[in-house]
């Protein structure tokens, strides 16, 4: 009986080491073809990139979640660059739904739909991503929009939801409230916004010109 248990043992052992072995190079195999897709993408052949990825994406293997995502990143944005968006707003639809908080997804997905023409469902998409992550670039893209369809009144609304904090995206709206007040020709409140604006982002190039400008139209 202590032979057989013996044996088992050591059966059960092989298939464990037979199954990692596998499982590796099913991994090195997936990071290889990952490896030649990003090339063709930085070459902007979109398609031999798609071809790849789809390949590496059909690999599977237990270590390989974090990289799957990053390729269908990628793949999404290759389908985006071929202007594809169908396509690419369904990788991005799927990977929302693995990372619910992930606020690149909901941007992309957005852009895709803005870049389709679809200005009214890349709002609904914003204002999703908006609502899931609290992220301000969200409002930041949907007051673009508003800008060009110049309703600067939604614009404003906006802008001033997102100009709370401090961080980036913060900046970017208060850097979108002097566009919102310079197209709508109120260049006063245009150049205060923008010399607060300088004052505490004193080394943004494109605000010191914007500010030399509205100082001229005062």
Same mark, same amino acid.
């Given at each position: 009986m202590g032979k057989l248990v013996r044996i088992l043992a050591l059966l059960a052992l092989v298939a464990i080491i037979a199954t990692g072995f596998i499982q590796w190079n099913a991994y090195q195999t997936k990071k290889e073809l990952?490896?030649?897709a990003l090339l063709y993408f930085k070459e902007e052949d979109y398609t031999k990139t798609?071809?790849?990825?789809? =390949?590496?994406?059909?690999?599977?293997?237990?270590f390989g979640g974090n990289i799957d995502r990053d390729m269908q990143c990628y793949l999404a944005e290759s389908y985006l660059d071929m202007d594809d968006y169908? =396509?690419?707003?369904?990788?991005?639809?799927?990977?929302?739904k693995k990372e619910p908080s992930n606020a690149l997804y909901y941007l992309q997905e957005g852009v895709c739909s803005k870049a389709s023409g679809d200005y009214e469902q890349a709002m609904e998409i914003f204002q999703k991503g908006w609502e899931k992550t609290r992220d301000p670039a969200f409002l930041s893209r949907i007051c673009e929009i508003y800008i060009e369809q110049k309703e600067y009144? =939604?614009?404003l609304d906006y802008a001033r939801q997102g100009m709370n904090g401090g961080d980036t995206a913060g900046a970017e709206l208060m850097y979108e409230l002097i566009i919102i007040y310079e197209k709508s020709e109120d260049y006063d409140k245009a150049y205060e916004a923008a010399k607060e604006y300088c004052d505490l982002y004193p080394d943004d190039e494109r605000a010191r010109k914007e500010l030399i400008f509205l100082s001229s139209r005062i």
């Open positions: 990952r490896a030649d798609i071809g790849y990825l789809e =390949k590496a994406l059909k690999v599977k293997c237990l169908e =396509k690419a707003e369904q990788i991005y639809q799927k990977l929302q009144d =939604k614009a």
